[in-house]
């Protein structure tokens, strides 16, 4: 079925150096929503994108929705410890389909 | 503050019993999921309610069902358990359909044994 891929799998930073998590898709999306899930805790959403090339920013946190509705990713500057977690996107391709993808493990070092 | 509550954080039972898992939530939202999420998959929608007595599969049903008697309650049923269905069980809620911000419980990790 229709499956929205994450990469990467892992990520490990110091503290201080800039994240990417990147999510593709197959086919298009009608928007795109980004969770964040702390260690041991449950999803919590961050943003959704649904204008083809939108750009949104919460503080160090930049999330972009590429031209062909198909990608996004999500950026984080000068990461802190307090950014760890594991990072998701969810992608939705009709009114009965959302796919999350594997998500991205962040690890950072202090 | 939304808040999405989960019957059980923890869940050991035996193949082939049948368990249910309940979630509630206090915000009187419309929609209401149950997700399955393991290491290297994400999470996967199971099944989704949109009204009282409405549900809709999601990407992997087999195995479960639902019942949605009560707007703000939502329950996950496995018939009969099988060791593949050992997981962490997600439920969430929203004010809209699968594009509106959907809120999580804490979860239940799901051991069949």
């Known amino acids: 079925g229709q499956q929205v891929m994450q990469i990467p799998q892992y990520q490990h930073v110091q503290e201080g150096e800039d994240f990417t998590t990147y999510c593709n898709s197959s086919t298009t999306l009608s928007n795109i929503q980004w969770y964040k899930q702390r260690p041991g805790g449950h999803p919590v959403f961050l943003i959704q994108?649904?204008?083809?090339?939108e750009v949104k920013k919460q503080k160090r946190l930049t999330f972009q929705f590429g031209e062909a509705k198909k990608n996004s990713s999500l950026h984080i500057t000068a990461t802190q410890t307090t950014d760890v977690g594991t990072y998701f996107c969810?992608?939705?391709?009709?009114?009965?389909?959302?796919?999350f993808g594997t998500g991205t493990r962040l690890t950072v070092i202090p | 503050d939304v808040k999405v509550t989960q019957s059980s954080r923890y869940l050991v039972k035996r193949t082939g019993e049948k368990v249910f898992l309940e979630c509630v939530q206090d915000?009187?939202?419309?929609?209401m999921f149950w997700y399955r999420q393991d290491p290297g998959l994400g999470l996967r929608l199971i099944y989704f309610?949109?009204?009282?007595?409405?549900?809709e599969k999601g990407d992997i049903p087999e195995g479960y069902s639902v019942s949605r008697e009560k707007k703000e309650r939502f329950s996950l049923i496995l018939e009969s358990a099988s060791t593949n269905q050992t997981s962490m069980y997600l439920c969430a809620s929203s004010s809209g359909g699968l594009s509106y911000e959907q809120y999580f419980g804490p979860g239940t990790r799901l051991t069949v044994t």
């Open positions: 994108l649904v204008k083809s090339g």
């Open positions: 309610s949109y009204d009282v007595k409405m549900k």
């Open positions: 915000m009187d939202h419309e929609n």
């Open positions: 969810a992608g939705q391709t009709g009114a009965n389909n959302l796919f």
